[in-house]
Nanobody
Framework: QVQLVESGGGLVQAGGSLRLSCAAS????????MGWYRQAPGKQRELVAI???????NYADSVKGRFTISRDNAKNTVLLQMNSLKPEDTAVYYC????????????????WGQGTQVTVSS
């Protein structure tokens, strides 16, 4: 079983910064990709940023140049540094990790964090 613990959300004024953190724990063989998604009220969950096991990243167009995703493989942690925040960034942010539980497993499994609220006031 894999547990994800998120932290770092909160209320910030437009133009401000926040850093989200997500730590994975449990017994598993390897973590593949790690990412952040968000869901605003009345909208579908969308990808914000993702990083694979060798550090390649991909961002939603709406956050490019403002958000930075990184990971610490030794700590099984993924971070999302969010700068120049805008009111439209307001959402619940979810951590997602793709985990290979056993060496013999063919596919990775998806795990989700509990979500953390980010609110940006204008």
């Amino acid at each position: 079983q894999v547990q994800l613990v998120e932290s770092g959300g909160g209320l910030v004024q437009a133009g401000g910064s926040l850093r989200l953190s997500c730590a994975a724990s449990g017994i598993f063989f390897r973590i593949n990709a790690m990412g952040w998604y968000r869901q605003a009220p009345g909208k579908q969950r969308e990808l914000v940023a993702i990083i694979n096991s060798v550090g390649n990243t991909n961002y939603a167009d709406s956050v490019k140049g403002r958000f930075t995703i990184s990971r610490d493989n030794a700590k099984n942690t993924v971070l999302l540094q969010m700068n120049s925040l805008k009111p439209e960034d307001t959402a619940v942010y979810y951590c997602n990790v793709q985990v290979v539980i056993r060496l013999s497993d063919r596919d990775a499994r998806d795990y989700w964090g509990q979500g953390t609220q980010v609110t940006v006031s204008s």
